[in-house]
């Protein structure tokens, strides 16, 4: 940004032959404005401009959040007072007029390139933190169920004949925990967005699971449930892997089990339009507050504010399910049931044949 229109067509054509997109602008007005619309990955400042000067254009720029764009300052001074008080105020760099082609290309080459290693290591860090976050969410369903059926036996809390099943339900959910370490580390090698994508699922075999899986905590909890099968002409697949659809589908079952306890589950699958297939989680619980539903797929937000705390709930997880779904070419929506309580709804793709 400079007041004089000969120096910004130099500069402009400067950088634009070293394969810089500049966007230029003769007042400080202008300057706050395109940044507001559209942040820059560099700022070349003129200290003396009309109407606002430099530092004032500073002040603006850090006025509501730090300043994340390097800020270079163009002047003809050499005042070493002037340049200490640029760099109080937030400047990374100072190029003096008349300034030579040569040196003011290494200093935007260096300060964008450092800008932009800083942006790529901020998104690794970040994708990392989405990781663990959703490695240890997905690990929460499976070690409670490993922890429910531990406890029944270690206290005696069930029948003789079902001692087998409940050490099954160990044996299961410890592997699928497993699984789920085995499939998120995979998964770093291929690119994020294919998570889930891959494979394919029968809707009619995930209803199975979920109703194996869980049939005793629901019934400890006193909700029974109903499953409506897919049609038998013919599978039901869904292009998504199995276990990824298990994960998903498991995540609202387990809201149900916690927030509608002593109602009825149902657990259907059916067609949707040409080319999708629909799996269904339905209870009469107290359904979501439409203050709520708003936020209901952001993360780490909870369902219900007064919801009894289990010690492992994070709000994640529909957040996650409506993340994996999409990524899968899918949906996950929530309707308010006729007559009280919540429907989940995972639309997915027909698996190609």
């Not at 860090?125 to 036996?153: G, I, Q, Y």
């Not at 194996?212 to 292009?239: F, H, T």
């Not at 993360?299 to 399910?321: E, I, K, T, Y």
Request: hydrophobic fraction near 45%; charged fraction near 25%.
């Amino acid at each position: 940004m400079d007041d004089q229109a000969a120096n910004l067509r130099v500069v402009t054509a400067l950088l634009s032959r070293q394969g810089y997109e500049v966007v230029s602008a003769a007042t400080g007005d202008e300057a706050l404005r395109l940044y507001a619309e559209q942040p820059p990955d560099l700022i070349l400042l003129d200290v003396m401009m009309p109407g606002m000067d430099g530092f004032e254009v500073m002040a603006a720029l850090r006025a509501d959040s730090p300043l994340r764009v390097p800020v270079v300052f163009v002047t003809a001074a050499h005042d070493r007072d002037l340049l200490l008080r640029a760099f109080d105020a937030g400047v990374v760099d100072y190029v003096t007029k008349p300034f030579l082609p040569e040196e003011l290309l290494a200093r935007v080459n260096a300060h964008v390139g450092l800008k932009l290693t800083r942006d790529r290591l901020e998104r690794v860090a970040r994708e990392r933190e989405e990781l663990v976050n959703l490695v240890a969410h997905d690990l929460k369903n499976p070690l409670t169920s490993v922890l429910f059926a531990s406890d029944l036996l270690l206290h005696d809390g069930c029948k003789p004949e079902r001692v087998p099943r409940y050490l099954q339900m160990i044996h299961e959910s410890a592997d699928d925990a497993l699984g789920y370490i085995r499939h998120y580390l995979e998964s770093q090698a291929g690119p994020r967005d294919s998570v889930g994508a891959q494979g394919r699922a029968d809707l009619g075999e995930t209803l199975e699971w979920l109703v194996r899986r869980y049939e005793m905590q629901l019934d400890a909890r006193g909700i029974r449930i109903q499953v409506v099968p897919p049609p038998a002409n013919g599978a039901a697949l869904v292009a998504m892997d199995a276990r990824v659809l298990r994960q998903v589908s498991e995540n609202l079952v387990t809201n149900a089990m916690k927030y509608a306890p002593n109602s009825e589950l149902l657990l259907a699958a059916r067609n949707s339009a040409p080319g999708f297939w629909q799996l269904i989680v339905a209870d009469r619980g107290p359904g979501i507050p439409v203050a709520r539903q708003r936020e209901l797929f952001k993360p780490f937000v909870r369902l219900h504010d007064d919801a009894v705390d289990d010690g492992l709930s994070s709000g994640l997880g529909l957040s996650l399910a409506k993340q994996i779904v999409v990524n899968a070419g899918g949906q996950l929506w929530y309707e308010e049931r006729r007559n009280g309580g919540s429907r989940f709804i995972i639309e997915l793709p027909e698996a190609a044949k």
